[in-house]
């Protein structure tokens, strides 16, 4: 077979490649070139890296600057608002101060929308419920402070357990003294009523009532929700407040030989209740 020349043109392209893809060094000094390259490289890309770095923390610094500069603008514009409605003094700050609690680009149409005045009344409402309910909780620490101060209140042996349960309460009213075998007493009970079990014991509750009883008197409660069990508990009136909100009068009971294991039960189901609602 006859070699032709672009057979030998391949062999030599071929046989040539290796000698001039892997160089050979002769010496360290060959290698100086190579190395001042690389390490330009380096220092380029580090330069750059450092850039970007101190670019992008000031472009974070600036920017919460010009937030806070737009919000600032926008609770001057919520002030001047409220003060041409006729909103004073404190008024325009408690209102500046619900209105920051929105956006920024929000805060501004509070006052002047249908849904932004909607928006203050429900957070004025829970501001205020949330306010009696500290005003109570005040009032009760300052009642049992003063009656410590008078030495009236004795520690309780039994923990009480807090709730706002429905129940059903009934006076028990002293009849004439029947002659019978046994001789006891005979109780006439008053058509029950409705009332509130604000907290309960093994050894007594309080509960308000619009009941007329003294200290003293005898009465009878059983739950009137459907998830407690609780039989009639009778019980002796140990303390009559009245109550500001309604005309029920808070009454302090001291159960006479309650049904404990109903009463247990009852106080286990209002404490997980209690839990539950906590979560």
Request: hydrophobic content about 40%.
């Given at each position: ?14 046989g040539?490649?290796p ?29 750059l ?97 003063e009656?410590m ?91 009559v ?23 247990r039960?009852a ?13």
């Amino acid at each position: 077979m006859p070699v032709r020349r672009s057979h030998i043109a391949i062999l030599l392209v071929f046989g040539a490649r290796p000698a001039l893809a892997v160089p050979s060094f002769q010496s360290s000094s060959d290698l100086g070139p190579l190395v001042t390259f690389l390490t330009a490289i380096v220092s380029i890309s580090l330069v750059l890296y450092i850039l970007f770095k101190l670019f992008s923390a000031a472009s974070r610094r600036n920017q919460p600057r010009k937030q806070r500069a737009t919000g600032a603008e926008s609770r001057e514009n919520f002030h001047y608002q409220a003060t041409a409605h006729g909103f004073q003094g404190t008024e325009t700050k408690l209102l500046a101060r619900i209105a920051g609690n929105v956006p920024a680009n929000m805060s501004s149409d509070l006052l002047e929308s249908d849904t932004g005045r909607e928006y203050l009344l429900s957070n004025l409402e829970k501001r205020i419920n949330r306010r009696q309910r500290e005003i109570q909780l005040i009032r009760r620490i300052q009642t049992k402070l003063e009656k410590m101060g008078t030495n009236e209140l004795t520690p309780r042996a039994n923990v009480r357990i807090e709730t706002d349960m429905r129940i059903w309460v009934a006076k028990k009213l002293q009849g004439a003294m029947v002659a019978e075998e046994d001789g006891e007493d005979v109780f006439i009970e008053v058509e029950p009523i409705s009332g509130r079990l604000q907290d309960i014991s093994e050894g007594g509750a309080a509960l308000t009532a619009d009941l007329a009883v003294a200290r003293g008197d005898m009465v009878e409660f059983w739950s009137a929700d459907t998830d407690i069990l609780l039989s009639p508990v009778t019980s002796i009136v140990v303390d009559v407040k009245d109550t500001e909100a309604d005309r029920d009068g808070l009454l302090h009971l001291h159960f006479m030989d309650p049904p404990l294991s109903e009463l247990r039960s009852a106080i286990y189901a209002l404490q997980s209740r209690n839990a539950t609602d906590a979560s």
